[in-house]
């Protein structure tokens, strides 16, 4: 992890700050994030490429705790949870608007993190609607577009190449 370097950076904020704008979500974020983004707020990475099931791609940014940002962490987890899976939280774009996540099912502390391909996804409640199907059945349909990465956030960083 000490070869990444970050760019483009909000302010640093405290890990305080992190954990007190991160707890009306209902999910536990593992520290080794919390620290990370409390130092790289919403900041680009190098090196930036990471592999999704053979395919190569690209890690745009972590997601901002500035409310003012585009990005804003909590408005991105709102603009998206009706079509995310359940217990997915967005950390990150890629350029093309997918997200990775993590993955909190089954997982209460200890998230892994995912890659979500918006390509195809629909929200749960339209899905339910267009195709006659349960919650459960819609949920299944949402996890069809989440993708394995890294069994944790310092892995996933690990992971990430030229």
């Known amino acids: 992890m000490s070869n990444l370097v970050w760019k483009y950076t909000y302010n640093k904020i405290s890990t305080d700050d992190v954990?007190?704008?991160l707890k009306g979500t209902g999910f536990d974020f593992p520290?080794?994030?919390?620290?990370?983004?409390?130092i790289n707020n919403g900041g680009h990475v190098e090196p930036m490429l990471f592999?999704?099931?053979?395919?190569?791609?690209?890690?745009?940014?972590?997601?901002s705790f500035n409310p003012e940002s585009e990005e804003f962490i909590l408005e991105?987890?709102?603009?998206?949870?009706?079509?995310l899976p359940s217990k997915l939280f967005p950390i990150g774009f890629d350029p093309a608007g997918?997200?990775?996540?993590?993955?909190?099912?089954?997982?209460?502390?200890?998230?892994?993190?995912?890659?979500?391909?918006h390509e195809g996804a629909?929200?749960?409640?339209?899905?339910?609607?267009?195709?006659?199907?349960?919650?459960?059945e819609a949920e299944e349909v949402a996890?069809?577009?989440?993708?394995?990465?890294?069994?944790?956030?310092t892995e996933f960083l690990n992971k990430l190449h030229d």
């Open 19 to 21: 954990k007190e704008t």
């Open 31 to 38: 520290m080794d994030y919390i620290e990370c983004v409390a």
């Open 51 to 63: 592999d999704v099931e053979g395919i190569e791609r690209v890690f745009g940014s972590l997601l």
């Open 76 to 83: 991105t987890y709102d603009d998206y949870k009706d079509t």
């Open 98 to 117: 997918n997200l990775i996540c993590f993955d909190f099912r089954g997982r209460r502390d200890q998230p892994i993190v995912v890659f979500w391909e």
């Open 122 to 136: 629909w929200e749960k409640e339209a899905l339910m609607e267009s195709e006659g199907i349960t919650a459960e």
């Open 143 to 153: 996890r069809e577009n989440v993708f394995y990465v890294a069994s944790n956030f």
